[in-house]
């Protein structure tokens, strides 16, 4: 059963891998692919959480220390910096608009960008790609799919607009920056909590900018 779902979530993730990118396009004009994208995911997310409860349960009970919130600080901070230079550098010479646009403020939003992402976003492409249920596979081939993969389903591209898809292109690069920190913080700290703390420090830094 449980190798079965495994391919099931495999399967899912890849289609949602397809569909995402264009889900802007497809929510004004194919609203049938948003559905089935959504019921995609939606069964790879629960293959997922299923699996990380039952053999990592040590990810979410280990407790966070002094040194921890440290090292966040340490590797964050200088990244955010960068990252925002970075921003403010596209904005101004490449890209006008590619971070400055206007993004919603209500509370349900508000919760997602700094509750339900960081925690499951992070449980996901880090503790459990990452983490000891995929040891076997080739661990620069996950690194590279939680870095890459993970920078690939934040962007929205649209068929047609050229404009619009190169500043895509400009955010994706942002968006692999301040994943390698992740990425970095989860080798180094094993935590689940840890990189959601980092990951909510970046949504906290892009809702002010």
């Not at 019921?39 to 629960?46: F, K, R, S």
């Not at 293959?47 to 964050?76: C, E, G, N, W």
């Amino acid at each position: 059963m449980r190798k079965s779902l495994s391919v099931l979530a495999g399967v899912c993730a890849s289609f949602s891998l397809l569909f995402a990118p264009f889900g802007e396009w497809s929510s004004q004009h194919l609203s049938g692919s948003i559905m089935l994208f959504s019921c995609l995911a939606a069964v790879g997310v629960i293959y997922v959480l299923f699996d990380a409860v039952l053999r990592q349960r040590h990810l979410v009970l280990s407790p966070i220390t002094r040194k921890d919130l440290r090292l966040v600080l340490l590797i964050m901070l200088p990244v955010l910096l960068v990252e925002t230079g970075y921003a403010l550098l596209i904005e101004r010479y490449f890209a006008p608009g590619a971070f400055s646009g206007d993004l919603p403020k209500s509370w349900p939003w508000l919760i997602g960008l700094l509750v339900v992402a960081p925690v499951l976003e992070e449980l996901i492409f880090r503790a459990w790609l990452l983490g000891d249920f995929w040891s076997a596979r080739s661990k620069w081939f996950r690194v590279a799919v939680s870095i890459f993969g993970f920078s690939l389903l934040h962007l929205w591209f649209v068929p047609g607009d050229a404009d619009y898809n190169v500043m895509q292109l400009f955010r994706y690069w942002d968006y692999v920056f301040v994943t390698a920190a992740f990425v970095l913080i989860w080798f180094k700290t094993r935590s689940l909590w840890v990189c959601a703390i980092a990951h909510l420090l970046a949504n906290i830094c892009a809702f002010i900018a």
